[in-house]
C-alpha cells in the first residue's frame, strides 16, 4: 500500500485524495520537533524522519501501532 503525504491546514487535509489522513502533532506519527526550538524547516524534517524510523522499526510501538491501524493492518 502506498503512502502519501497531503498538505495540511488547521488540523485537516487541505484536498485530501483516497487513503489520506491526518497526522497531526498530537497523534502518534505527529512531528514532535518544532521549527525555531528544534532548527531549520530542514533539520526538522529530518530529525522527524531519523525520529520516525527508529519508533516504526520498533515492534509493538504506537507510532507502528498507529500506522498498522490506518494502513488496515491492525
Same mark, same amino acid.
Given at each position: 500500500?502506498?503512502?502519501?503525504?497531503?498538505?495540511?491546514?488547521?488540523?485537516?487535509?487541505? /484536498? *485530501?485524495? *483516497?487513503?489520506?489522513?491526518?497526522?497531526?502533532?498530537?497523534? *502518534? @506519527?505527529?512531528?514532535?520537533?518544532?521549527?525555531?526550538? /528544534?532548527?531549520?524547516r530542514?533539520?526538522?524534517?529530518?530529525?522527524?524522519?531519523?525520529?520516525? @524510523?527508529?519508533?516504526?522499526?520498533? *515492534?509493538?510501538?504506537?507510532?507502528?501501532?498507529?500506522?498498522?491501524?490506518? @494502513?488496515?493492518?491492525?
Open positions: 500500500m502506498e503512502i502519501t503525504i497531503g498538505k495540511a491546514r488547521r488540523g485537516q487535509l487541505s /484536498d *485530501p485524495l *483516497p487513503g489520506q489522513a491526518y497526522v497531526g502533532r498530537p497523534s *502518534p @506519527l505527529g512531528n514532535p520537533f518544532q521549527l525555531g526550538r /528544534d532548527g531549520s530542514a533539520q526538522v524534517i529530518a530529525s522527524y524522519r531519523r525520529w520516525l @524510523l527508529v519508533h516504526l522499526q520498533e *515492534p509493538g510501538s504506537v507510532q507502528r501501532q498507529e500506522l498498522e491501524r490506518l @494502513l488496515g493492518m491492525a
